[in-house]
């Protein structure tokens, strides 16, 4: 099945808005799911910034917004959770049964995202979008990506040093603790860098 690129405007125009006053400030969502209650869907970002002050005064300006959490704020990022209402190209993904992978980005208004569907998905993904009134643009379509490009560094570092001690074999020849030791860091980092790189991999798959 082809792998589509495309860039499409967001519904949400505060959302839009915030990316185009910020144009050097890396927008991305990691995360969204849709509760059935309302037609709601929830959005988790990872905002990359030099000043997340700024960005937190901006969303307490919004007002499109049901709620939004700061889950977390370092020197240069800024994890943000939103409720907002389910946006026009989500109901046409899945509408369509699209799966639309993360993360997607959001740079200067625009929201750019991949997904892998087959000819007849794509066509209606486009019927719907068109429908809805949504701005979109095919950027590519071409052969699905390899699944290890999805990962970050960290990820396939980690990941190689699991294979290349015997985690992954059967009986493992390495445990999580071993692997940890090797690696320099905690059991439970490593727990978690394994379990996204993995996460990663089988979406993409499947």
Known sequence: MPEVELKLKPSNEEIAAISRDYPDVGFQLLDSFRIEEGALMSILFEIQTPNPESIVESFDEMTELHSYEILHTGETMVLIRCLIDEPAPSRAARASNNLVKPPLVLHNGWIFATFTASDDNISQFKDELESAGVTYHVISIGPPSDPIDRLTKRQQEVLDEAVDRGYYETP???????????????????????HRAESAIIKEIV
Not at 173 to 194: D, H, P, Q, W
């Open 172 to 194: 493992r020849e390495c445990s999580i603790t071993e692997l940890a030791i090797g690696l320099g860091v905690t059991k439970g980092t490593v727990s978690r860098v394994l």
